[in-house]
DNA sequence: GTGAAAGCGCTAACAT
DNA sequence: ATGTTAGCGCTTTCAC
């Protein structure tokens, strides 16, 4: 009864011409003479007829759907990743699925397979899980995936990662110059490689200097865990006079115990982070850290991912180590607010 | 050459029945005797056979995929609700396609072309921009649309939203309680359901008193315009006592203002935002705010458009407004730390 | 330059 | 209980 959306037969009819003829209008194909592609174009527009994607993917194999898999969408890093991944992936007509999978093999797995099927074309795999070979044997082709955020183990495939182990080195090189040698790190689960890399980067530059005495708390790259650390070395008696956290999320956890506790910062003890988000860059919160340019990390993401989908030649996996920056910031230096 | 994914028709074949038959094993359908459907389910096994979601959308018209268009995924409102939503959605087999539309009209029209070509079944919207008319025409069924956050002026459209007046009503009185009268409000834009009504609940409270002194500064729901209109009640000379923000991404950027001008909260200036994300609950910041229980708006928003989507009774468009909470913490109340 | 026809992988009558 | 047959809306040879 209702007109429903038009389909492509509904214009060939109303045009006059093949549905090969408007497919190839559609296409911008060649060998389209000028009058028929006008008034196909026409009718299209008088009946506001718009093609089926999920048709075109069905033939062509292609949705044009990206998966964007973060381990939590609430840890601020992955919406600005999300944000670029999205903008560069509408860029180029692809919509993309994010999916939270909270760390969990068999949540990647369920997930991966329900978006294979509903046809995603590639996915980003920025969480930090031990998902790796699960992932990569559903989706098989290794042309389909980008690893960000993380170094995968399997070779051959795509990845563009920062380079944590330098830049944590940097960061623990700021910490040592001003003077700290007692310096506590809040580390992430030991099969993330982007904490494993940060801490190595910890660890070398403190074992570039005679009298250091590192310290090290477990963690999960929570808050919570941020918390737990700080509580743990003030219990202890003999706390770091500085705090490398392994990432932004558990560095705002660390300052919230130390401000629960009265101890000023950086005065008292000196904190710094790992990420770069826009969150910590607050004058409210002023968070020294490593900038890991989340949104380059997002782009190249995508351009990388769309290049071997749509490229033709053979398959070269792109590795890409992307610079860091220092960012320095009141929580290292400068006038106590707290 | 790649055995590539096998199709119902190999199952079928493999299995020695039809492809009728598989699919009715698949659907868990009738009828299938209870040898035969085993056998199918080895098969389906064996070959690692999964059915394409991608084709049966096209038969049936459902992708399982949904929308959700908010305005920027960055601002800390949006992750805590893409979370439940993704969480209700995929328990129900269903994907979520996030869409910043960064409150652009034109945005919110591509990106819902595109979703819609892509066979989006539904969508949430959850974005506060002029485009309600845009997008309800481009949907056309309004069975397939729930409003959240935000309340449509159209009738006949689902929305699930809080009791934005009453909560900013209840919050200005918190702050009345305390004795301030002379109390600076922090706008969102005129356009914006949301964030009109929090101004009237906020009108409301302190009309109820002779002597109340209200101010208004114009905003945009983004903490650069809640450090805006501190820097101007500031500059102004007589600045307010106390903060009612229109969200919390604003309330965070009043914070930040007020830390760098030296002014404690809340003994100098006490602050409240509107929200309750989780960010602001850290001791570090510990916000007084009014919560919206944003899970379960995603989880509620999730609900109702799925049972639009399946129920086969008439349409009624729900319309729901969920009690917000009261959270008193540090900004409004106790010692200052600032 | 344009059309006819064969599918893409699946579901859903309609047979048997 | 199971098979046959039409499509869903589109792309893509292959003819003309």
Redesign the interface.
């Given at each position: 009864m209702s007109p429903d959306t038009p389909t492509i037969a509904d214009v060939a009819r109303t045009a006059g011409v093949s549905v090969a003829t408007v497919s190839r209008v559609l296409r911008a194909g060649p060998d389209v003479g000028v009058g028929t592609r006008a008034r196909v174009l026409e009718t299209i527009r008088d009946l506001g007829y718009?093609?089926?994607?999920?048709?075109r993917?069905?033939v062509s194999g292609r949705?044009?759907?990206l998966t964007l898999l973060v381990d939590?969408?609430?840890n601020?890093f992955?919406?600005?990743l999300?944000?670029s991944v999205?903008?560069e992936a509408?860029k180029n007509?692809y919509?993309?699925?994010?999916?939270?999978t909270g760390n969990s093999t068999a949540e990647t797995r369920?997930?991966t397979?329900?978006?294979?099927?509903?046809?995603t074309d590639g996915v980003i795999h920025a969480s930090v899980g031990r998902d790796e070979h699960v992932l990569l044997s559903l989706i098989g082709d290794p042309r389909r995936v980008v690893f960000t955020n993380r170094r995968p183990v399997s070779p051959g495939v795509s990845y563009v990662v920062s380079d944590n182990r330098a830049g944590a080195a940097h960061l623990t090189g700021h910490l040592l110059a001003l003077g700290h040698r007692r310096i506590g790190f809040i580390a992430g689960p030991k099969f993330a490689s982007n904490a494993v890399e940060r801490l190595d980067g910890f660890r070398e530059a403190m074992a570039a200097f005679t009298d250091t005495e590192p310290l090290y708390a477990p963690g999960d790259l929570s808050?919570e865990s941020g918390r737990r650390a700080v509580l743990d070395w003030i219990r202890s008696g003999c706390p770091p006079t500085a705090i490398v956290a392994v990432n932004d999320a558990s560095a705002?956890?660390a300052?919230?115990?130390l401000?629960?506790n009265h101890l000023r910062v950086p005065d008292d003890m000196a904190v710094a982070g790992f990420d770069g988000t826009?969150?910590c860059a607050?004058?409210?919160?002023s968070l020294t850290t490593v900038d890991q340019h989340i949104p380059r990390l997002g782009r190249r993401s995508v351009q990388i991912l769309l290049q071997q989908l749509n490229g033709s030649h053979e398959f070269h996996p792109t590795n890409e180590v992307l610079l860091s920056a220092l960012l320095v910031r009141g929580t290292t230096i400068g006038n106590s607010?707290?």
């Open positions: 718009r093609p089926s994607a999920l048709a993917a069905l949705s044009r759907l939590d969408i609430v601020p992955y919406p600005q999300a944000k999205e903008y509408k007509g919509s993309v699925v994010i999916c939270s369920r997930s397979e329900r978006l294979l099927a509903q046809g808050a705002l956890g300052l919230e115990t401000a629960l826009s969150l607050s004058s409210h919160i607010r707290n």
